[in-house]
């Protein structure tokens, strides 16, 4: 009897390791094969230099560029909502058409930046600066700001924001 209960033990531990080893067999395999893979980080380009870099059409949602030098970049219809653009420079950068919603743009540079057409709904710009920016159709809806820039942008804005329809002066609750 005894001899028999040894038997089954040792199946019961050898099915066991067999069930393992085809589980991760296949786990091994599908991490191979591309079908699993390991949950996607956001990217961190925290002080780099990225003069000129093309981001255009990019899905960079989250990323960091806290501070980053994208002068003269072109980030022209890219994701960019929640990016962290913290005290970064985007001088003469190229964001037409980009989402920046829900970003932080505190102490960033956005001077004789293109922003035609993009998306900065519910953005943290406190002291962001835009001298000789474009922001021809951008939608500026609860950005937080200085009032002093919010009267500055007012100067200069104009249109209507393609994708969310709301004219920018409005946005900004220009007089």
């Known amino acids: 009897m005894q001899t028999i209960q040894n038997h089954q033990s040792k199946i019961i531990i050898y099915g066991q390791r067999l069930i393992s080893g085809i589980i991760l067999g296949l786990l091994i395999f599908g991490v191979f094969l591309g079908v699993i893979s390991a949950p996607a980080t956001a990217l961190d380009y925290e002080r780099e230099s990225l003069i000129g870099v093309d981001f255009s059409g990019k ?64 953005a943290f710009a406190a002291n962001a600066r835009f001298a000789g ?36 002066r409005e946005t900004l609750f220009c007089p």
């Open 133 to 168: 920016a474009i922001i021809t159709g951008a939608d500026f809806t609860d950005v937080l700001m200085r009032s002093d820039i919010e009267a500055q942008l007012c100067k200069i804005a104009e249109g209507t924001n393609p994708t969310t329809g709301r004219d920018t």
């Open 59 to 122: 899905d960079l949602r989250d990323a960091e560029f806290t501070k980053a030098n994208l002068r003269q970049g072109n980030l022209s219809h890219a994701d960019l909502r929640g990016v962290s653009f913290f005290a970064a420079n985007l001088e003469e950068a190229n964001l037409e058409g980009a989402n920046l919603s829900g970003a932080t743009l505190d102490l960033a540079r956005f001077n004789r930046a293109n922003l035609t057409n993009a998306i900065l709904e519910g």
